[in-house]
């Protein structure tokens, strides 16, 4: 079993709806969530980062982080087509260099 | 320009040739990483590094090398390369900051193929 569990989909919405991703985990000692977004052809982009459990809003999107489920969520309001990518969900524990990543979730967006 | 650049963005190779990809950023970030990407695989740590004199292997360092030749300077070599070492490559950098992990940022990677 991995690390980090990740459905890679893919996932297609329409634009103006909500993208919902999300991750699971077995890592009890993971404190540090993380998500990436990635475009074809070029290297992850960290889009948000947070620490322990809760909500964290950046604009269009909300990461939440539920330790006692051992899952993350993304949620993407008003989707945008430039939205279209691959998704990917990172975490590590304190003072642990190794990011565990899931397999990512690609995204399109139909305008 | 980019923060995080790597060179070459992409080759094409044949098996047993000797292969190197560079990595140098301007974040001023004193760790630096090398991943792989595969389909369906994620991410998978080679090498890192946290600062000139500190080189550790990662999760899948056989059949790979690094040298870390300045903060700024990062570089990946393939010895003999193989067809399953087909991927694209990226280099990260991190600051670091005690107690606190903090977030990786990534170069633009290398797709590299190996015939």
Redesign the interface.
């Known amino acids: 079993q991995k690390e980090?569990e990740?459905d890679?989909g893919p996932l297609s919405v329409p634009e103006g709806a909500i993208v919902s991703l999300n991750c699971t985990y077995s890592n009890s000692a993971f404190?540090?969530f993380?998500w990436?977004r990635q475009y074809s052809?070029?290297?992850?982009?960290?889009l948000m980062?947070t620490y322990s459990s809760g909500n964290k809003e950046d604009g269009r999107f909300t990461a939440q982080v539920d330790k006692s489920s051992k899952y993350i969520s993304l949620f993407i309001r008003d989707s945008q087509p430039s939205d279209s990518a691959t998704y990917?969900c990172?975490m590590?524990?304190?003072?642990?260099?190794?990011?565990s990543?899931?397999?990512?979730t690609t995204v399109t967006v139909r305008a | 320009d980019a923060d995080?650049t790597q060179t070459p963005r992409n080759r094409i190779t044949k098996t047993g040739k000797r292969i190197m990809l560079e990595c140098s950023q301007t974040k001023g970030h004193d760790?630096m990483y090398w991943y792989r990407q595969d389909p369906?695989?994620?991410?998978?740590?080679i090498y890192?590094s946290?600062d000139v004199k500190d080189i550790n292997k990662?999760e899948i360092s056989d059949g790979y090398s690094v040298s870390r030749q300045a903060q700024a300077k990062f570089s990946l070599s393939l010895e003999s390369a193989i067809p399953n070492q087909t991927a694209l490559y990226?280099c990260a950098t991190s600051d670091s900051v005690q107690?606190?992990?903090q977030?990786?940022?990534?170069?633009?990677?290398t797709?590299l193929s190996i015939l």
């Open positions: 980090v990740q890679p404190q540090y993380m990436y052809r070029k290297g992850p982009e960290l980062y990917l990172a590590s524990g304190t003072n642990d260099y190794k990011l990543f899931g397999a990512g | 995080v760790r369906g695989l994620g991410l998978r740590l890192y946290f990662g990226f107690g606190r992990n977030p990786q940022h990534f170069g633009d990677g797709r």
